[in-house]
Nanobody
Framework: QVQLVESGGGLVQAGGSLRLSCAAS????????VGWFRQAPGKERDFVAA????????YYATSAKGRFTISRDNAKNTVYLQMNSLNPEATAVYYC?????????????????WGQGTQVTVSS
């Protein structure tokens, strides 16, 4: 059974940082690209960042460039999202998803497995 479990969310003040983790089990993790998405209340789920199977290629949404960093440790079956200089607009539930394609997807379609999400709240 494939599981993706996000952790690391919480409440942080504007300007602060958080590091999210996505721990995978039940799949050959190094065969999968991983993406992070977020969904704010009343809004659609949006792409944040993605990383390919080796960690050698990454892709970011414009809103994440320069402030967020995605990375992975295949030995630990874990992908990370380091988020710096957070602002209240980053408040959302953050989801990770795994995709067995070689490319990097910024759309939800094509991701094979999803986690349950972790809440990030940024106070002003």
């Amino acid at each position: 059974q494939v599981q993706l479990v996000e952790s690391g969310g919480g409440l942080v003040q504007a300007g602060g940082s958080l590091r999210l983790s996505c721990a995978a089990s039940g799949l050959t993790f190094s065969n999968y690209a991983v993406g992070w998405f977020r969904q704010a209340p009343g809004k659609e789920r949006d792409f944040v960042a993605a990383i390919n199977w080796s960690g050698g290629s990454t892709y970011y949404a414009t809103s994440a460039k320069g402030r967020f960093t995605i990375s992975r440790d295949n030995a630990k079956n874990t992908v990370y999202l380091q988020m710096n200089s957070l602002n209240p607009e980053a408040t959302a539930v953050y989801y990770c998803a795994a995709d067995d394609s070689l490319g990097l997807r910024a759309t939800q379609r094509g991701y094979d497995y999803w986690g349950q999400g972790t809440q990030v709240t940024v106070s002003s």
